[in-house]
Structure formats: C-alpha cells, structure tokens
C-alpha cells in the first residue's frame, strides 16, 4: 500500500506561482511514476504532468513551460512548481502514482487533492 499527501494548495492572484508536493509513504519502492491531475468543478479531471522514475517529465502542453515537475528520492516527495498561473486553472489538484507491475494491490493510487484557487 501507498499513502499518498499533497500540500501547498491556496489562493494566488493571477499571474502567481504556488508549488505543490506530494509526500508518499508506505511501499514507496514500488512506485514507477507519479503524475499530477486536477479537477475544475463541473469538469472532468485532467492530466497536468508526470515524472517517471528514470526522471522522464512530460506535460500537457496547456502548461508547457510554466508548470514544473520534480523528485526528491531522499525524501519520497514530488513536487509541481506552477508558475504564471491563470484564473482557469482554479481546481483541485491531485497526485496519482502508479504502481510496478507485478506489486499484489492496486495499480495506482491517489492523494487527497488541494484545492488551488486563482483570483483574477
């Protein structure tokens, strides 16, 4: 099992950064990816970007090139750095992790979410 907690969510004007993390615990060693999603209210959860455990980052490209996405091994932490933040990005953000295969219990797993809310 994976446990999984996001923080850093809050309010910023647009135009704004906030970086969020995402701390997992448990059987961390079975994790070969991890991604960040959200959900806008009254819409279906998005992709926003991943970082793979060779290191491997990729983005949708609405945030290509202001959104970041990074790891700290040491401390089973990943993070999304968001910069020039837009008012349509309001929306709770989660972190999802997929599991190796071949690990008995889920494929995946989800944090709680944080909300993050731009004002414009």
């Known amino acids: 099992q994976v446990q999984l907690v996001e923080s850093g969510g809050g309010l910023v004007q647009a135009g704004g950064s906030l970086r969020l993390s995402c701390a997992a615990s448990g059987n961390v060693f079975s994790i070969n990816r991890w991604d960040w999603y959200r959900q806008a209210p009254g819409k279906q959860r998005e992709w926003v970007a991943q970082?793979?455990?060779?290191?491997?980052?990729y983005y949708a490209n609405s945030v290509k090139g202001r959104f970041t996405i990074s790891r700290d091994n040491a401390k089973n932490t990943v993070s999304l750095q968001m910069n020039s933040l837009k008012p349509e990005e309001s929306a709770v953000y989660y972190c999802?992790?997929?599991?190796?295969?071949?690990?008995?219990?889920?494929?995946?797993?989800w944090g709680q979410g944080t909300q993050v809310t731009v004002s414009s």
């Open positions: 970082i793979t455990d060779s290191g491997d980052s």
């Open positions: 999802n992790v997929g599991v190796r295969r071949g690990v008995p219990g889920p494929p995946g797993y």
